[in-house]
């Protein structure tokens, strides 16, 4: 009849270990410690054999039974069970885990991409908690949804970014033979609504006049303060003005590099007489380091976007602007206000690093450097105009009809 759940509940440790039988070699054993194990005994090639099938009641009495009789039907294929379990578990021993897989893409593409850092911290920050010591082997599709689904009820785009990492992640894991089939593949992203903001001229008054250094009302780590007035000054992208070094800046030109650039092309910034004066005020805060806005906590390490992104969120209403605004968002004033200003949009696309579209890209290769320090120097005056007007009060007297009479 064999054993009972019953039977097996109330089976009492002893001074030795000994097992019970349930029959056709399958006998859970009991240690005087009280665990419990089920094993399977069995011939093979004509020699006696034992198999782990797991520890009770991790493994229940009716899946032991289960395990049991595919061990037993693989002895009778020629296959055996002990062999192929051992295998097995070596097999996903040997298997990398979500970690491993991260470490691998890092050393081997990520961390030679323009945007290698920000990248990471998305995984670092919304994954690695959950997935750390996940089999790469483990994670399925819906692993992937739910995931991205928390994120994304937080902050939709930021989802849209980290499910291209995991993409590509996991496209990577098939190309290094990982997986064979990648189970983000065809994946669908959030929607986006892009964004419009664009700082106007009362807004770009106020922020600049917060950004001072002189100004110790608005609390902003001094290098923070000018990385942001860089943004706005240039219209280069936030990543791009925090990881400047002054290597970079060569005969009043801010070179960066084509490594460093997410379209993989170098970038030759004029350097205006403001721009100058941020450089020189930068100095005196990035205590030697290699780059112009060093961290804070660590002088061999830039300033993140993330930081330059908190501070306005922290300090916006205090600078009076209402309507909250991001880094980028000062990326794309300069580009509307280039615009406003009269500049010719190849040498506006030109300033901000954009490539040129179609055949021009293909034949025009002037590289626009005389006509991009004419259009930064003009909205630098127009960028000084905005900053420095006040409000004159009229003369005259206002005439009260009430004083004819």
């Known amino acids: 009849m064999g054993l009972t759940d019953l039977q097996i509940k109330k089976l009492k440790p002893k001074d030795k270990r000994y097992e019970v039988t349930d029959g056709k070699g399958l006998s859970i054993r009991v240690k005087p410690s009280g665990d419990k194990a089920w094993f399977f005994r069995y011939q093979f090639d004509g020699r006696p054999r034992k198999m782990l ?93 739910l995931l991205l689904d928390k994120v994304r009820e937080r902050a939709p785009i930021t989802a849209n970014r980290l499910q291209g990492v995991l993409v590509r992640m996991f496209n990577f894991a098939c190309e290094r033979a990982i997986l064979d089939f990648s189970p983000l593949t065809g994946m669908r992203r959030g929607e986006e609504s892009s964004r419009s903001r664009v700082l106007i001229d009362d807004e770009i008054k106020k922020l600049w006049n917060c950004l001072s250094i002189e100004n110790n009302e608005i609390d902003i780590f001094h290098l923070t303060k000018l990385a942001i007035k860089t943004i706005l000054l240039t219209g280069q992208r936030p990543g791009e003005v925090v990881s400047m070094r002054w290597d970079q800046l060569k005969d009043g030109v801010w070179i960066i590099p084509a490594e460093s650039r997410k379209n993989r092309e170098e970038n030759k910034i004029p350097i205006s007489p403001m721009m100058a004066e941020i450089l020189e005020q930068a100095k005196k805060y990035s205590y030697g380091s290699d780059y112009v806005f060093s961290s804070p906590q660590d002088l061999k390490r830039p300033l993140t976007v993330g930081a330059l992104a908190n501070s306005i969120r922290r300090h916006r209403t205090q600078m009076k602007i209402p309507e909250q605004f991001t880094p980028h968002d000062l990326r794309r004033t300069l580009r509307t206000r280039l615009a406003e200003i009269g500049i010719d949009d190849i040498v506006a696309e030109r300033v901000l690093g954009h490539k040129l579209q179609g055949i021009l890209a293909v034949y025009n290769r002037y590289d626009y450097a005389v006509e991009k320090r004419q259009a930064l120097d003009r909205w630098e005056n127009r960028l000084r105009e905005l900053i420095e007007h006040t409000e004159t009060k009229s003369n005259v007297i206002p005439f009260d009809r009430r004083d004819s009479k």
């Open 53 to 145: 099938i797991g520890e009770y009641p991790g493994i229940t009495f009716e899946e032991a039974r289960r395990r049991h009789a595919e061990a037993m039907l693989d002895v009778q294929q020629g296959i055996d069970p002990g062999k192929k379990a051992k295998d097995e578990k070596l097999k996903r021993i040997a298997a990398p885990t979500f970690k491993d897989l991260l470490d691998e893409y890092w050393k081997l593409e990520l961390s030679k991409t323009p945007t290698a850092k920000d990248r990471k911290r998305l995984v670092d920050k919304d994954v690695m908690p959950a997935w750390k010591s996940l089999k790469v082997t483990d994670i399925r599709r819906r692993d992937a949804v």
